[in-house]
């Protein structure tokens, strides 16, 4: 461990394994909560030791051994504003790993996942890498005939950064306290159509919070918007739609897009928090409360979700219009009939 460098060890185990778990099962939302805390819990050191004691294990460490790369991001982006990068990088574990070491001497993950982690850590952080980090990863064959990836990366830089410049030309806003944004984000998840309302129009001494606010950890683009789609908040998402119709702003906040390239709707069918038929459900209720056309890369996915096989919204749809087509037909040949009498009548 670097020197004079004392890591935190307050937490219970419970907590730990809590943090642990949310490392190991990929779930973002939850670590942030860990290290951010919100109303029921209390923020975490991110220094703080969470392996046995002794072991000398961080978050940072387990979620480079586990390679869960969203994790990995939004810790070197917390520790780069917080100006702590370089030190985290140095803490060792009593084996002696850095966090790097711990993602290159795995054994959750094979050499082309480390690979593919390794080089994206390098092309999105300014930071350098130690003589005993470059050689394990020379061992490992990382560098050779890179050529081909590095392009593939650098396009994939080039592409994120445009991404990146075209939402902050947009209308994404950074103006809340980390309170208020958690406060914010709280009201969604807890599905609490009251206090949601309350944010946005403001209360006598709270001022309104903006519909475009980033909630989400700096640099990820989540608004309200992306989170109640990603929990399937059915209340939240129709109030959602109909305040965005009334500010003209919908084509505008269906197009916004988080950090990994996820629109709103798209954040529903990813979403790892509903199942398929939660999915489904409520994409044919947007559809159909708001008669909205979807992108393509939307509907290849509810495609690909088999939301369009044998579909009874639409068997109904179909069922209706046909209906309404021989009705039609039925007061049409009546009205050919009651014409036909007039005339022999005459």
């Not at 009593?94 to 080089?119: A, R, T, V």
Request: hydrophobic share 30%; aromatic share 12%.
């Amino acid at each position: 461990m670097s020197e004079n460098f004392h890591l935190g060890k307050t937490l219970t185990n419970d907590k730990k394994k809590n943090i642990i778990e949310a490392i190991k099962n990929d779930d973002l939302i939850l670590f942030i909560s860990y290290i951010l805390g919100n109303e029921d819990i209390l923020p975490c050191d991110i220094f703080e030791e969470i392996s046995e004691e002794g072991n000398n294990w961080t978050a940072f460490h387990y979620a480079m051994h586990y390679g869960k790369w969203e994790i990995i991001k939004f810790i070197f982006d917390y520790l780069i504003d917080s100006n702590l990068i370089q030190k985290a990088l140095k803490i060792k574990t009593n084996q002696n790993n850095c966090p790097l070491l711990c993602l290159l001497k795995s054994n959750e993950i094979n050499d082309k996942q480390k690979k593919d982690i390794y080089f994206k850590i390098l092309n999105t952080f300014p930071i350098q890498i130690n003589d005993e980090v470059l050689k394990e990863a020379i061992e490992r064959n990382f560098y050779n005939n890179n050529q081909n990836e590095s392009n593939q990366k650098n396009s994939e830089q080039n592409k994120s950064n445009q991404n990146k410049s075209i939402q902050n030309e947009s209308l994404l806003n950074n103006e809340l306290s980390k309170e208020e944004k958690m406060n914010f984000y709280n009201s969604v998840i807890d599905g609490n159509l009251d206090l949601f309302k309350s944010y946005l129009n403001g209360t006598p001494d709270r001022k309104p919070y903006d519909i475009f606010e980033e909630v989400s950890a700096p640099g990820y683009h989540w608004t309200v918007f992306h989170y109640a789609m990603h929990y399937g908040k059915w209340e939240i998402i129709k109030f959602i739609f109909d305040y965005l119709i009334n500010l003209d702003m919908l084509d505008f906040a269906l197009k916004l897009k988080t950090n990994d390239n996820r629109c709103p709707f798209l954040n529903l069918l990813k979403s790892n928090d509903l199942d398929n038929e939660q999915k489904k459900d409520i994409y044919f209720k947007i559809i159909n409360t708001f008669n909205i056309p979807v992108g393509d890369e939307v509907l290849k996915e509810a495609i690909e979700r088999n939301f369009y096989d044998n579909n009874q919204n639409e068997s109904n749809q179909n069922k209706s219009e046909q209906n309404e087509s021989n009705q039609k037909n039925s007061e049409q040949n009546k009205s050919n009939q009651n014409k036909s009498i007039q005339k022999e009548s005459l």
